[in-house]
């Protein structure tokens, strides 16, 4: 429970591995990069994933998502957004 687990076409980043390989199994995305919380929700779009952390921290990677920022660079693996979500404890 609390982990975040990925698999499918990984170009961008999308699937949060650090690297643009796909992946046919299941494959879990690194604890380290949510700071080691457990995640509480996440969604994945055609090129991007975003997760939210028990502690209501939002983490979004793959193709210019860093959410609420102005950096539209694409990212490998999860990186906090910089916004915080309703409802963390």
Same mark, same amino acid.
């Given at each position: !429970?609390?982990?975040?687990?990925?698999?499918?076409?990984?170009?961008?980043?999308?699937?949060? $591995?650090?690297?643009?390989?796909?992946?046919?199994?299941?494959?879990?995305? *690194? !604890?380290? $990069?949510?700071?080691?919380?457990?995640?509480?929700? !996440? #969604? #994945?779009?055609?090129? $991007?994933?975003?997760?939210?952390?028990?502690?209501?921290?939002?983490? /979004?990677?793959?193709?210019? /998502?860093?959410?609420? *920022?102005?950096?539209?660079?694409? $990212?490998?693996?999860?990186?906090?957004?910089?916004? #915080?979500?309703?409802?963390?404890?």
């Amino acid at each position: !429970a609390g982990t975040l687990w990925s698999w499918g076409v990984g170009d961008d980043g999308r699937l949060g $591995h650090n690297d643009d390989n796909n992946r046919l199994v299941p494959t879990q995305v *690194e !604890a380290q $990069h949510f700071g080691r919380a457990k995640i509480v929700s !996440a #969604a #994945a779009g055609e090129s $991007h994933s975003g997760a939210v952390t028990q502690h209501g921290c939002l983490y /979004t990677w793959g193709q210019g /998502t860093r959410v609420g *920022e102005e950096d539209e660079q694409d $990212h490998q693996f999860p990186w906090a957004s910089g916004m #915080a979500t309703q409802g963390g404890s």
